[in-house]
């Protein structure tokens, strides 16, 4: 009786002891912040505008950044850059990009530029002309100078045969102000992705 008694015993103890190991086993992490879909940050900036709120983006999605840099580089004079940026929007010229990426590897790509022009800076027509954008998931954020977004949106989606565009543009005016980040939380936590 007493051995039964026993054997009675240490089954409900190792039920009990059981049961506790499962509740506090904890979950498995995900692999991003906000989404299990692998992510990337592609932006060109040449003030700084653009790859803060970039990097803002980095922290707040947990994705990888990759700063799309051209093969000759701007001039680091304003008034310079200005021409140039004018010539290459008035010819249609895509300047080749210094280093790549394999975007194959990524779902959702998030592609930042400046205005330049009306329109979003070359370097990133580059980008979204010379790369295999079927299936993907862009998501435009763009900086300006007080002119908003213009068609920059649209013109993306145009450019990258084949992806899915999500929107709203985050748009913001240079590298934002005080209330910038809670706008950037909101707008990702926004979007379905
Ligand atoms: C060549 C050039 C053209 C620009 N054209 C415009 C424009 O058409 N509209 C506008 O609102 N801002 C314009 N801007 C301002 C930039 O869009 C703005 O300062 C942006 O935040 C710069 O980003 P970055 O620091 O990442 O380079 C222009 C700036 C440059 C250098």
């Not at 959702?108 to 990133?124: D, L």
Request: glycine fraction near 6%; charged fraction near 20%.
């Amino acid at each position: 009786m007493k051995k039964l008694l026993l054997i009675f015993v240490l089954i409900i103890t190792a039920g009990i002891a059981f049961a506790v190991t499962q509740q506090s086993t904890p979950p498995a992490p995900e692999e991003n912040t906000v989404s299990n879909k692998k992510i990337l940050i592609a932006y060109f900036s040449w003030s700084g505008n653009t790859k803060t709120i970039a990097e803002k983006i980095q922290t707040l999605t947990g994705g990888e950044l990759y700063e799309i840099v051209p093969e000759t580089p701007y001039p680091t004079d304003r008034e310079e850059l200005t021409v140039t940026a004018a010539e290459e929007k008035e010819k249609n010229i895509n300047p080749p990009i210094k280093n790549t990426v394999d975007i194959a590897n990524y779902d959702v790509i998030f592609i930042g530029t400046p205005v330049w022009w009306y329109t979003m800076a070359s370097p990133v027509r580059t980008f979204l002309t010379t790369n295999n954008f079927e299936d993907k998931t862009i998501i435009p954020f763009i900086t300006h100078g007080g002119g908003g977004e213009y068609s920059i949106t649209e013109e993306m989606g145009n450019f990258a045969k084949g992806a899915k565009l999500l929107s709203p543009a985050f748009v913001v005016h240079e590298a934002g102000n005080i209330e910038t980040d809670d706008e950037l939380k909101n707008w990702i936590d926004n979007l379905e992705f």
